[in-house]
């Protein structure tokens, strides 16, 4: 096969497609709108599935790579009521399948593992239109265009490429975090230290959660969750930092010390990550030459599957691909029977995972969850 293969999106899902195309001899020209790897933070911690991400690693033959990340202790997992009282606390005895490694060191070893040449950096889309003659064209924020016969869109939840497939647009499901550091967290906030663990913290109450995670070198990550209308968010100036920390910790007034200075003591200004989805069953008509991946053909609540299930999607494309070189429509076709199903599984599991968190059983929901996945065995 001669015919390149043009990715809109430099993301882990873009990239694990071009690694595997790369390892068959498939030519890859990828469009990402960043001015460079290094143009924003890529770090938080991600949890890599046994069964989804890990598998996309070692079809693009970098699992070995992937080990030597493994962020040793990252699996251990708690559950706190608003007072602090812990009501689970598994530690990582390092038997899980889903072992924690830093999103841009990830990101790193994808990006070493392909031509330098790969990429065009500074390229935003900002249309993708269809030809008669069966091609797409790209046109860029700069100018600048590209005309391709086979397209993949990679290029998140507010895809340029997914209208040329779907009608569908994101909508907002009624919850948002406020992204949050506390950095130097064991020498400065011991107490919260110690709350939060070794892994990742649930601290849980109907409507409102604050999700914590630690990450190398003593920083606490949390995520301040609040199940609130836009309108209300909308009302809050997040461009003034200590009124939108007073207006969020508010929400929280009762809730234990140690667990609201994740709000009130971050070293950061707080960030509003509102949470879109796509409809669980996104699905389109098969269209010649263009198909998506990851959060631009399945965008669902964060549970744990987002960046695994874009490295998979990535994987098996690439794979599909490579074993029908000389039919690419057979290709993609075989890619989304086997996606549409699966990413439907995941989004369906997603949306029940945030109610086990934000519920009017939480934290209780949450706790039981966690006991049913280690089994009776385990007591």
Same mark, same amino acid.
């Given at each position: 096969m001669t015919t390149p293969v043009t990715i809109v999106g430099a993301g882990l899902g873009g990239l694990t497609l071009a690694r595997v195309l790369h390892l068959h001899g498939i030519p890859v020209h990828i469009y990402e709108a960043e001015a460079s790897a290094m143009e924003r933070t890529q770090g938080r911690m991600l949890d890599i599935h046994d069964d989804s991400g890990q598998l996309a690693l070692k079809d693009a033959g970098l699992y070995e790579a992937f080990c030597k990340l493994i962020h040793t202790g990252g699996q251990a997992s708690r559950v706190l009521d608003r007072n602090g009282k812990v009501l689970l606390d598994e530690p990582d005895d390092g038997t899980g399948g889903? #072992?924690?490694?830093?999103?841009?060191?990830? /990101?790193g070893i994808l990006l070493d593992s392909l031509p330098p040449a790969t990429i065009q950096w500074g390229k935003k889309l900002a249309s993708a239109d269809a030809h008669s003659d069966g091609r797409h064209q790209l046109t860029f924020a700069d100018g600048s265009?590209?005309?391709t016969k086979l397209l993949v869109g990679a290029d998140g939840a507010w895809s340029k490429v997914r209208p040329l497939l779907s009608d569908a647009v994101p909508r907002y499901v009624g919850t948002s975090f406020i992204e949050a550091h506390l950095r130097d967290a064991d020498a400065r906030h011991p107490a919260t230290a110690e709350a939060v663990g070794g892994g990742t913290l649930f601290?849980?109450? #109907?409507g409102k959660?604050?999700?914590?995670? /630690?990450?190398?070198?003593s920083v606490l990550h949390a995520y301040i969750a609040l199940n609130r209308s836009a309108e209300?968010?909308?009302a809050i100036d997040f461009s003034d930092a200590p009124a939108a920390v007073a207006r969020i910790a508010a929400e929280f007034s009762g809730w234990a010390p140690d667990l609201t200075a994740l709000i009130t003591d971050a070293d950061t200004p707080p960030v509003l990550r509102m949470l879109h989805t796509l409809p669980n069953d996104h699905r389109w008509e098969r269209l010649p030459g263009v198909t998506l991946v990851g959060d631009a053909a399945h965008l669902m609540p964060p549970a744990g599957d987002g960046a695994n299930l874009a490295m998979l999607d990535g994987a098996e494309l690439g794979k599909a691909i490579a074993a029908r070189p000389d039919d690419v429509e057979a290709a993609l076709a075989a890619y989304e029977a086997a996606l549409f199903p699966r990413s439907q599984s995941a989004a369906i599991g997603a949306h029940q995972i945030l109610e086990l968190c934000l519920g009017e059983r939480a934290p209780i929901s949450l706790v039981e969850f966690f006991n049913g996945m280690r089994g009776p065995e385990r007591g």
């Open positions: 889903r #072992p924690e490694v830093n999103r841009g060191d990830l /990101r265009s590209v005309r601290a849980l109450a #109907p959660g604050i999700f914590a995670h /630690r990450e190398p070198e209300w968010f909308a």
